[in-house]
């Protein structure tokens, strides 16, 4: 399976714009970029997705680099709700399961 | 509408004893996924199911897990002779889009633990 890898935790404050960074330099040529957060005590829900274009949503947009080894996922302006893990996934052609990372801890504070 | 759900929302049991997890996904999903979290181990894939038949069942750690679904709708996750390291969250997911763009949704899960 290909592999991401994200920082395992980043801080923010309400209001702020937060990038969340996601490589994945293994990345073939057909797979998506999908990314899932997941707030606390409660199943994953699925943000925002793409494959070579960058991508706007009402929850967030995502920029992905022009050889796809990188993306990185934009919430435009944080609030204490969007706390939470933050999975970037890659969707790949040999299955239907999504293979969960550790993720990127989101903190946001006041 | 209505997203997924998944009975009971908690289960308490004791070891060796045998458990059923209850999900009911979106009406007209035809995909259905199976997903476990447990403290250290991450979210891990389980089963998957399209319409009743389970194409991937390769994630399912032991024989003494099982699932079904029937109708094409309700699916039951079976655990027999229940262990201490089965104690998790078990989360169910459904699409009714499938191939590299498909979204899951998920239920809120049910939390399992043997004591």
């Known amino acids: 399976d290909a592999k991401t890898t994200q920082p395992n935790s980043m801080e923010s404050n309400e209001e702020e714009p937060v990038h969340l960074p996601c490589n994945h330099s293994?990345?073939?040529?057909?797979?998506?970029i999908h990314w899932y957060r997941q707030l606390p005590s409660q199943g994953p829900e699925y943000v925002i997705h793409?494959?070579?274009s960058n991508v706007n949503n009402r929850m967030a947009s995502l920029a992905i680099a022009e050889d796809r080894k990188s993306s990185t996922l934009i919430l435009h302006r944080a609030t204490l709700r969007d706390a939470a893990v933050y999975y970037c996934?890659?969707?790949?052609?040999?299955?239907?399961?999504?293979?969960f990372g550790e993720g990127t801890q989101l903190t946001v504070n006041p | 509408g209505a997203g997924v759900s998944q009975s009971p929302s908690n289960k308490v049991t004791e070891k060796g004893k045998d458990v059923e997890l209850r999900c009911d996904p979106i009406?007209?999903?035809?995909?259905l996924y199976w997903y476990r979290q447990s403290l250290g181990q991450g979210l891990e894939f389980l089963i998957y199911?399209?319409?009743?038949?389970?194409?991937?069942k390769s994630g399912l750690p032991s024989d003494r897990f099982s699932a079904e679904r029937t109708g094409g709708s309700v699916s039951t996750l079976t655990i027999q002779r229940t262990q201490q390291e089965d104690s998790a969250v078990y989360l169910c997911?459904?699409?009714?889009?499938?191939?590299?763009?498909?979204?899951?949704?998920f239920g809120p899960g049910t939390r399992l633990l043997v004591l």
């Open positions: 997911a459904s699409s009714g889009q499938l191939g590299l763009q498909e979204t899951q949704y």
């Open positions: 293994t990345i073939s040529g057909t797979d998506y």
């Open positions: 793409g494959l070579t």
């Open positions: 996934i890659l969707k790949e052609t040999s299955g239907s399961r999504l293979t």
């Open positions: 009406s007209g999903h035809t995909a």
């Open positions: 199911f399209q319409g009743n038949s389970a194409p991937d």
